[in-house]
C-alpha cells in the first residue's frame, strides 16, 4: 500500500520567515495529494490539494509543488503569522477515495 | 463543503464497556470514514463505511473491535467494543461528497475524544 513520509516533526520559524514542510510517497498511481491543517483541539482543515497533473498550486501566502518523478510533494508558507502555528498533515490518495497521511508536522511561529 | 457533527464529543469509560459513536451529515455524501488519532499522533484510517452493507476495514483493524453502521446517506455510527486503555484517542469520521473517478476532497468531522480508564 501507499506510505507517505513527513518531514520535518517540528519546525520553529520566526514571525516573517517562511516555512517549507516535505512530503513523499511511495505509490506512482496516487493522484491527488491534499494537505491539512490541524488547530490544537480542533478538526483537520483542508488547506490547499494538488492533483497530479499539475506542478504548482498557490493560495495567497501558501503554495504546494509536486515532483511526480521523484514522488515528492511539498507545502510552502510565506510571511508567516503566529496564526500558522498548528500541525500540518501531508496526504496521498488512493484507490477508492482512500487517503494515506504523513505523521505530520508541527510548526511554531514565533513572534 | 458539508457540514459534519459528532455525538458524542467526548467521553470517559470504563475499560470493558462499549461506545458507539455517531457521525452526521447535513447533505447526501458519496463516501464515509471512520479515522483513529492517537495523541500527538497522525490519522489512521480504520474502515470505509459502506451505505447498506458491511464496512471495508483496514489492517489491523477488526469489525468485532469496531463494529460500523451505515443506514442511510448521511449518518454512520462507529463502536469502540469491549474498550481497554489503549482505545484512548480522538475518532473522526470524515466524508466525500461527490466521489467518482477523480479524487474528491475529504471533510473531517469535530473529533469524539475518547478517554478509558
Known amino acids: 500500500g501507499e506510505n507517505v513520509e513527513q518531514h520535518p516533526s517540528t519546525l520553529s520559524v520566526q514571525e516573517g520567515d517562511s516555512a517549507v514542510i516535505k512530503c513523499t510517497y511511495s505509490?506512482?498511481?496516487?493522484?491527488?495529494f491534499p494537505w491539512y491543517k490541524q488547530e490544537l483541539g480542533k478538526r483537520p482543515q483542508l488547506i490547499i490539494d494538488?492533483?497530479?497533473?499539475?506542478g504548482e498550486k498557490k493560495d495567497q501566502r501558501i503554495a504546494v509543488t509536486l515532483n511526480k518523478t521523484a514522488k515528492h510533494f511539498s507545502l510552502h508558507i510565506t510571511e508567516t503569522q503566529p496564526e500558522d502555528s498548528a500541525v500540518y498533515f501531508c496526504?496521498?490518495?488512493?484507490?477508492?477515495?482512500?487517503?494515506?497521511f504523513g505523521g505530520g508536522t508541527r510548526l511554531m511561529v514565533k513572534p | 463543503s458539508a457540514v459534519i457533527s459528532q455525538k458524542p464529543s467526548r467521553d470517559i469509560c470504563q475499560r470493558g464497556t462499549s461506545l458507539t459513536i455517531q457521525c452526521q451529515v447535513d447533505?447526501?455524501?458519496?463516501?464515509m470514514f471512520w479515522y483513529r488519532q492517537q495523541p500527538g499522533q497522525s490519522l489512521t484510517l480504520i474502515a470505509t463505511?459502506?451505505?447498506?452493507?458491511?464496512?471495508?476495514?483496514e489492517s489491523g483493524f477488526v469489525i468485532d473491535k469496531f463494529p460500523i453502521s451505515r443506514p442511510n446517506l448521511t449518518f454512520s455510527t462507529l463502536t469502540v467494543s469491549n474498550m481497554s486503555p489503549e482505545d484512548s484517542s480522538i475518532y473522526l469520521c470524515?466524508?466525500?461528497?461527490?466521489?467518482?473517478?477523480?479524487?474528491?476532497?475529504?471533510?473531517f468531522g469535530p473529533g469524539t475524544r475518547l478517554t478509558v480508564l
Open positions: 470524515s466524508v466525500v461528497i461527490f466521489g467518482g473517478t477523480e479524487p474528491d476532497t475529504q471533510y
Open positions: 505509490d506512482s498511481a496516487s493522484n491527488y
Open positions: 494538488i492533483r497530479s497533473n499539475v
Open positions: 496526504a496521498a490518495h488512493n484507490a477508492g477515495n482512500m487517503l494515506t
Open positions: 447533505s447526501q455524501v458519496t463516501m
Open positions: 463505511a459502506n451505505q447498506g452493507s458491511e464496512a471495508t476495514y
